[in-house]
């Protein structure tokens, strides 16, 4: 008695058998229809149970159709409380029928809900395939890139040791360093003077047994020797001429390859292989 004073009068008028308050109070307050006692049984548990008219299971389903599936705690339906029960055969079909439709209502759910699963899938499918077309496509840039970036790289070191050794010969003949060859050819032009003037100097001098020389051969002598130094003049003259002209040629090579570095260097600038201020 106590329990029937907690529950709601929806569920007391059924439990009473009370049907046409039954009906009023489902019309009026449909929420009571959703109540489950104790055990898991709901109004149209127990309408079930006692055998109620068709009218009144109406009532009560119209109130709350998801009645109609609940289950109570030994997992009976109303429908099978009512078949357990022997209700009528308008209440069972009438239950079976709002079964079945409630159950097709909830496939439909089921189906649309995982209708839309799918294609919700399918369009991430679609953007997790273009974001993959997308990497690849930055994946091949990048080794493209790379492959570039590494020629570039190869051709800045070719270009640094040919300017290294540009470099080389900036620097030597900046430090006035002598080509070999120039340096080989000044030393066989000395060598060969020195030797001319050294045989032109021993013939005119001899000695003839301790005899002193003529005064033709000191006139021969003296023609001799002014030859002899006015050749050795002339050599000198000619030895200073081909220093000059090497020290010329020499000058010119070194703007020429001054003027080479620069250009190249204004080149790598413009390529942007070098900063400005290198």
Not at 11 to 26: F, G, L, Q, S, T
Request: aromatic share 6%; with cysteine.
């Amino acid at each position: 008695y106590l329990e029937m004073q907690n529950d709601p009068p929806l569920y007391n008028y059924a439990y009473k058998c009370e049907y046409d308050k039954v009906i009023v109070r489902a019309r009026k307050h449909p929420g009571e229809a959703s109540y489950r006692d104790e055990i898991g049984d709901s109004t149209l548990h127990n309408l079930a149970h006692y055998n109620a008219p068709i009218k009144v299971i109406k009532a009560v389903y119209e109130a709350n159709p998801a009645a109609l599936t609940s289950k109570n705690d030994q997992g009976h339906t109303p429908l099978d409380v009512a078949v357990a029960r022997k209700n009528c055969s308008e209440v069972i079909n009438f239950l079976k029928d709002e079964h079945q439709h409630i159950k097709m209502v909830e496939m439909d759910k089921m189906l649309s809900s995982l209708q839309f699963t799918v294609k919700t899938m399918s369009n991430r499918n679609d953007a997790l395939s273009q974001k993959v077309d997308f990497l690849t496509e930055n994946c091949v840039n990048c080794l493209r890139d790379n492959a570039s970036l590494k020629m570039q790289a190869e051709k800045v070191e070719l270009t640094c040791n040919v300017l290294k050794n540009e470099l080389k010969e900036v620097k030597r003949a900046i430090s006035n360093e002598v080509d070999p060859n120039i340096e080989r050819q000044i030393m066989t032009f000395f060598r060969t003077n020195m030797n001319n003037n050294s045989s032109r100097r021993s013939s005119n001098f001899r000695s003839d047994d301790g005899l002193t020389l003529s005064a033709e051969e000191d006139v021969k002598e003296n023609d001799s020797t002014t030859d002899s130094g006015n050749d050795s003049a002339n050599s000198d003259i000619d030895h200073n001429k081909k220093v000059k002209t090497l020290r010329i040629d020499m000058e010119r090579e070194l703007q020429n390859t001054r003027n080479r570095l620069q250009r190249r260097l204004a080149n790598l600038r413009e390529d942007g292989l070098i900063g400005k201020n290198t």
